[in-house]
């Protein structure tokens, strides 16, 4: 997999962050603890990784212990712990579909913490089928057809019946 032409270790090592639609798929290791999670992201001892994983617990308000298995968090959990593994000098963040299957309260709050982290030092950009989603957190949406961009839109120019046309590839 490549981005502008880099393999996904460089991109990953200039800033740059992938979390999956699928969480517990291909996001998160079903069977590990969040120490276990915080000690393969930090490449760190047991200690260090517990104190993250408290820390995040906290920061995150995520619904567990240190010691929790990640398949037993609620999907909004899971993905609250997703964002906490991010690295904090992260400048790139790809998402697919961040709030599929959360709850309004947790969609939310994904956002609010996007925006809060990302909108003066870096980049999101996130997959949505939820036209409505985009407009209301999105500067400009990108519509795909068959592989390629086939429409860049400020979300000021956005008319929902030419994405929906877009999509389609008229």
């Not at 069977?31 to 915080?38: A, I, K, N, P, S």
């Not at 963040?93 to 939310?108: F, I, K, Y």
Request: charged share 20%; hydrophobic share 45%.
């Amino acid at each position: 997999t490549t981005l502008n032409g880099r393999d996904h270790r460089t991109v990953k090592r200039l800033g740059g962050c992938f979390l999956p639609a699928n969480r517990l798929e291909e996001g998160l290791i079903a069977g590990f603890t969040l120490v276990d999670h915080f000690t393969l992201a930090m490449s760190c001892s047991e200690s260090t990784a517990r104190a993250a994983a408290s820390a995040a617990i906290k920061k995150f308000n995520i619904r567990g212990t240190p010691d929790t298995l990640v398949e037993s968090l609620s999907g909004g959990n899971q993905q609250r712990l997703l964002l906490a593994l991010i690295p904090e000098d992260a400048n790139l963040v790809l998402l697919e579909n961040p709030t599929r299957g959360l709850d309004l309260a947790s969609a939310e709050w994904v956002w609010s913490y996007l925006r809060s982290q990302y909108s003066s030092r870096g980049t999101v950009v996130f997959s949505s089928a939820e036209l409505e989603e985009m407009l209301e957190v999105a500067d400009r949406i990108l519509v795909f057809f068959d592989g390629r961009v086939v429409r860049d839109l400020p979300i000021g120019q956005v008319v929902y019946r030419d994405v929906a046309a877009a999509m389609t590839g008229y």
